[in-house]
């Protein structure tokens, strides 16, 4: 290492300090890679003027001699500092790390100066320019400063620092310059005050849309200006709005002006948005009517919907028309009934079509009780057609249920209302001996009006309902061999212990243990001989016409020992709870 030093003050490298004019050798940790630290320390009233550290290729003549010769070589080599401002008059120690072999060393030259002396005041003192207003920018502002001594424009961080106060609200702020390097001004700063102007900020309100006869409102406002990222939380008040609109004005554009807010860092400009009324909603609907076939047309009537302020159709313009199709007479069906001719000044209006229904009567059979009546009622008035629902009456799903019904039902019908996949038969075959009887039904493809059944529905039905069905008062019985199958259209007492009579009850033929009855649009079993016994216990075997092969059915008698059953003959899984009356072991027992 070459060191070259001029002036007053004192380089170290590593652990030796030199202070002597002149040059200098240096061996300390010189090898190639090695890290290399040294100090630069001005004597008192000097500065760093010059301080350059070079690679060398070769050193001639130096004095005293390096171990290399030649001349300066090329190439700096980077200077670190690790302690101190690095400001010029004052000590800073630096590290580099030496050239590969591939040079010869490097060369260090290091200039000390005298400061030069400055005054902040009186005539051909350190001046600083005006500085331009700036605006706040909700961060600290540092506007650059021109220090000027004399014409000489001096350099920042070479001949001084600045540092700022009060500079990040708006207001005024002060730049201090302090003198560091060539220039001393002693323990003197020179200040220039500042002004932070207020950002401009634009709090405009939001346009909103109202219905006519709503309270005046708004959407808030919008903010125009924030500088980093901030918003209305750093502003003071809160936002007021005055309108030009009242509460049930006419439709049209009214304005809204926001006030309010203030801040020490913004200047803000309220712009006022447009409140629009629109005209409210107005539903005109034409009122539902029905009649029976053969009724004249009723008087049509609207219904209003969407009037504010209590007003009525008084506010309208027009007359209001109704028109509908129907004529007495017509068939069943539905008819459109479409209303118009109306306007409004501050009311959208939409008409909404009602519905004229004419309909066939309606055919309750009730479960328990005498329906002839009512079903003779149908065929005599109301041409026999009629919606019939069979009321108190569930039929379960994947149990056998007996039906008879007072009208015809299709095989779709049938799906439709009972399910997918729902079994029908009725009876095709009756046999007894001294052992024993057999029933036997076989499939039937839809149900006939009076003709009693068996049903096996897919899905459990509750009071099924049939539409648009053509009532038949007859009664279809049927008898073969020493059996008829008879269905009800009301309800039919079966006598207790009467075994000429046979009733179904959870997939099973029974003859009454008690006195039962047998209900509404059902069916039971009179036989022209009573159930044969065998060692004193009846037997019946129920053939439905399925895959699975079936055996004989135990007789109620012995079926029944220890069961209860309900007065129409259905089985219960346990002693009820309800109170009522029912049997058990062909006695009638009240649970109380």
């Not at 920042?156 to 730049?175: P, R």
């Amino acid at each position: 290492i070459r060191l070259v030093i001029t002036g007053s003050g004192t380089v170290t490298i590593g652990s030796t300090s030199y202070s002597t004019s002149g040059a200098h050798t240096v061996s300390t940790n010189t090898a190639a890679g090695a890290t290399v630290t040294m100090t630069v320390a001005p004597g008192t009233g000097q500065y760093v003027d010059v301080l350059s550290v070079n690679k060398t290729v070769d050193i001639s003549s130096p004095s005293p001699a390096p171990s290399r010769r030649g001349g300066v070589g090329s190439g700096n080599v980077t200077l670190t500092k690790t302690t101190g401002k690095g400001y010029a008059h004052e000590s800073n120690t630096y590290t580099f790390t030496m050239p590969s072999s591939d040079y010869s060393g490097v060369n260090i030259v290091v200039t000390f100066a005298a400061r030069t002396s400055v005054s902040t005041t009186g005539e051909g003192a350190v001046t600083i320019d005006d500085i331009a207003n700036q605006t706040y920018t909700g961060l600290a502002v540092t506007p650059e400063v021109t220090v000027k001594h004399g014409t000489d424009e001096l350099t920042a961080g070479d001949d001084y620092t600045v540092e700022y106060a009060n500079n990040t609200n708006a207001g005024n702020a002060t730049a201090t310059v302090s003198f560091i390097g060539k220039y001393d001004a002693g323990a003197s700063t020179l200040s220039k005050e500042f002004v932070i102007d207020k950002a401009p900020l634009t709090v405009t309100a939001k346009p909103k849309t109202i219905t006519y006869g709503d309270a005046p409102a708004n959407d808030g406002v919008e903010y125009a200006g924030f500088v980093n990222s901030e918003n209305e939380s750093v502003l003071t008040g809160t936002v007021d709005y005055a309108y030009n609109y009242t509460q049930f004005g006419n439709v049209g554009c009214y304005t809204i002006t926001p006030s309010g807010l203030t801040s020490s860092n913004y200047n803000i400009t309220f712009t006022a948005g447009t409140l629009t009324v629109n005209k409210a909603p107005l539903t005109i609907t034409a009122d539902n009517k029905s009649v029976t076939y053969g009724e004249a047309a009723p008087e049509y009537t609207v219904s209003y919907s969407g009037f504010v302020n209590s007003e009525t159709a008084s506010v309208l313009g027009g007359f209001l028309n109704t028109a509908c199709t129907y004529a007495q007479n017509d068939n069943v069906g539905t008819y459109d009934i479409t209303p118009s001719g109306f306007s409004a000044q501050n009311y959208t209006i939409t008409y909404v079509g009602g519905t004229l229904t004419v309909s066939l009567a309606s055919l309750t059979l009730a479960d328990n009780a005498d329906n002839n009546n009512a079903i003779n009622d149908v065929i005599s008035h109301y041409g026999s057609k009629a919606d019939v629902t069979l009321s108190g009456r569930t039929l379960t799903a994947n149990n056998w249920n007996t039906l008879c019904l007072p009208f015809d039902l299709s095989s779709a019908q049938i799906a439709s209302i009972f399910g997918n996949g729902t079994q029908v038969k009725t009876l095709s075959s009756y046999s007894s001996n001294t052992t024993k009887v057999t029933v036997s039904f076989a499939d039937a493809a839809t149900i006939e009006a009076g003709k009693p059944y068996i049903i096996k529905p897919t899905n459990t039905v509750e009071n099924p309902v049939f539409a648009d069905v053509t009532i038949d008062n007859k009664m279809n019985d049927v008898t073969v061999g020493g059996a008829t199958f008879k269905g009800t259209y009301g309800p039919v007492v079966l006598t207790a212990n009467d075994k000429r009579r046979l009733f179904l009850a959870n997939n099973t033929l029974w003859y009454p243990t008690a006195e039962l009855t047998v209900r509404t649009c059902r069916a039971y079993f009179e036989l022209t001989n009573e159930v044969p016994e065998t060692a004193g216990a009846p037997s019946i075997v129920i053939d439905y016409g399925e895959a699975t092969s079936l055996t004989p059915t135990p007789s109620p008698k012995g079926e029944g020992s220890g069961y209860w059953f309900t007065l129409d003959g259905r089985k219960l899984d346990k002693k009820p709870t309800q109170k009522g009356m029912y049997v058990k072991n062909g006695r009638k027992v009240v649970v109380k």
